[in-house]
């Protein structure tokens, strides 16, 4: 182990303290110690120091994802809290925010302390467990939130399991906010989604498939805002995908709700459109709408009332996903793709890095109360090394995660973290070669 790890000129950005500059940043004993033109002088690479030219690259805060499926306990055939946490460092991220729909659902402090357990084992990012609202994900009973939150969890979500009944979202408003804790409602009135393959639309008339309306999702939006502001609770909407969704969040923003959001990166980047050819890798849940609903979410994610960009990093094997487009599972792999995905954006000029970084790494950790990385002396070290000109493609690159279910497996990407370091440690490095 090193006693100093020296980044030279690098361009260190952290947007949450004002920081872009080109300089020197020095980790001594996992801490932030030096940063600035000049830090480095004095040190040397030798068996205690390692000496990383960062000429090209730019060192930022680590990233955090509030919405990752890690298949373990039950799944793990898909992927497992080993290989989730090391294809999210390779991604560029030191914490990860765990969905409950594993087997057995994590609604128990048994549970949430396995995959803790789990994940302090493991190298990679820090795991943190959202458990169920309702037990077994099945909206009848409310979980015993404060034993849970007692045992590590920060916050809770039945994931793609709408909590429909307006009796229990309230009840579980209710209970949550006792504990500070966020509700994360999966938007899907599931009585007009019954049967539905992918977005109402042409494309859904086109092939045949039963379409899914965009109301059923902007319905349980509307109602659970109503409840959020009536028990003053914090609720936060996953993975957005209507204009009708962004319009209504953007509204209760303006009122002064609490209330919070996200959107993935296949819902900026995707329309329905992918999904001709029967393309299963496009099959996810929302589904992919439409032109002018990406456009409402690009617009929202810039200007800020869509607070986090989330992966809902949802691995599948061959066995869910090689098959009629009815029968596929829906989800696709993020974690190690999110980053190079959305520096697209930042090279066309949708959003600005400054608001990349925030939703990618300050608001998610604000909404899910960890401590957020970042570019200050003495913080913590948990930063990502990026090259943001190194174009691959993952088809043919060794990827941590088990599965390789996305539609952008053959897409060239630019841009790649290089090195992460999480709690102080590097825990992913392809900088070998810069030392």
Known sequence: MTDALVFRDVRAIDPAVGRDERCDVVVERGLLTRIGPGASQGFTPNDRVRVVDGGG??????????????????????????????????????????????????????????????????????????????????????????????????????DGRCVTSSTM???????????????IQHAEDHELTQGALMHEGEISARLGLRGWPRVAEDAIIARDVLFAEYVGARYHAAHISTAGAVRILREAK???????????????????????????????????????????????LA????????????PQSSLEKDCEFAEAAPGLVGLELCLPLMLGLVREGTLSLGRL???????????????????QERALAELTLVDPEL????????????????????????????????????????AGGRA
């Open 57 to 158: 690259c730019w060192l930022l805060p680590a990233l955090v994802d509030q919405h990752v499926h890690l298949r373990e306990p039950g799944y793990e055939y898909k992927e497992d809290i080993a290989s989730g946490l090391a294809a999210a460092a390779a991604g560029g991220y030191a914490h990860v925010c765990a969905m409950p729909n594993t087997n057995p659902v994590n609604d128990t402090r048994a549970v949430t302390e396995l995959m803790l357990a789990r994940g302090a084992e493991c190298t990679g990012a820090r795991l943190h467990p959202i458990v169920a609202i309702t037990r077994g994900l099945e909206g009848k009973q409310l979980t015993e939130l404060a034993e849970l939150k007692a045992a590590g969890a920060v916050g809770a979500s039945d």
């Open 169 to 183: 979202m309230l009840r579980a408003l209710e209970y949550a906010r006792n504990f500070n804790l966020p509700i």
């Open 254 to 300: 303006a009122r002064g709700i609490s209330v919070t959001c996200e959107v993935t990166p296949h819902h900026l980047l995707l329309t329905d459109q992918a999904v001709l050819g029967y393309d299963t890798a496009c099959k996810v849940n929302p589904p992919l709408r439409e032109a002018e609903d990406m456009a409402a979410l690009r617009s929202a």
């Open 303 to 314: 200007d800020g009332t869509i607070d986090v960009i989330a992966t809902d990093h949802a």
């Open 357 to 375: 970084l925030d939703a990618m790494s300050t608001q998610p950790a604000r909404i899910m109360g960890i401590s957020a990385p970042t570019l």
């Open 391 to 430: 174009a691959w493609t993952p088809a043919t690159t060794r990827l941590a995660t088990k599965s390789r279910n996305t539609p952008f497996l053959d897409r060239t990407l630019v841009g790649r973290a290089v090195m992460t370091l999480v709690g102080g440690t590097v825990v992913h490095d392809l």
